[in-house]
């Protein structure tokens, strides 16, 4: 089993929504800050969002800021991305990660915990 496990990607059309939900345990979820980041072929790997261990604070790319919200579900253990007003260029490999210090902010090389990716496609 990986540290986490995104789902939910798929294809959808310009305009469209998908909810990406990323599932972990107590160690990998619980207490710490969850990020979901996205690689696009040829791309670096790119921050989309964070939220704090507590649910309380959230942080956004400008990119997506508006349209993708991130939430943490501490009961269930999970995090996810609702994205609405999916553009073409969306379309990327979506990541999430778990970040324990709290510390790592939008620098991927420093979370902890990572999934294997979903992919999301945004047809126009």
């Known amino acids: 089993q990986v540290d986490l496990e995104e789902s939910g990607g798929g294809v959808v059309e310009a305009g469209g929504s998908l909810r990406l939900s990323c599932a972990g345990d107590s160690r990998t979820f619980s207490g710490n800050a969850m990020a979901w980041f996205r690689q696009a072929p040829g791309k670096e790997r790119e921050f989309v969002a964070r939220v704090g261990w507590s649910g309380s604070t959230t942080s956004y790319s400008d990119s997506v800021k508006g349209r993708l919200t991130i939430s943490r579900d501490e009961a269930k253990k999970t995090s996810y991305l609702q994205m609405t007003s999916l553009k073409p260029e969306d379309t990327a490999v979506y990541f999430c990660?778990?970040?324990?210090?709290?510390?790592?902010?939008?620098?991927?090389?420093?979370?902890?915990?990572w999934g294997q990716g979903t992919q999301v496609t945004v047809s126009s």
């Open positions: 990660a778990g970040d324990v210090s709290g510390w790592s902010g939008r620098a991927a090389a420093g979370y902890d915990y």
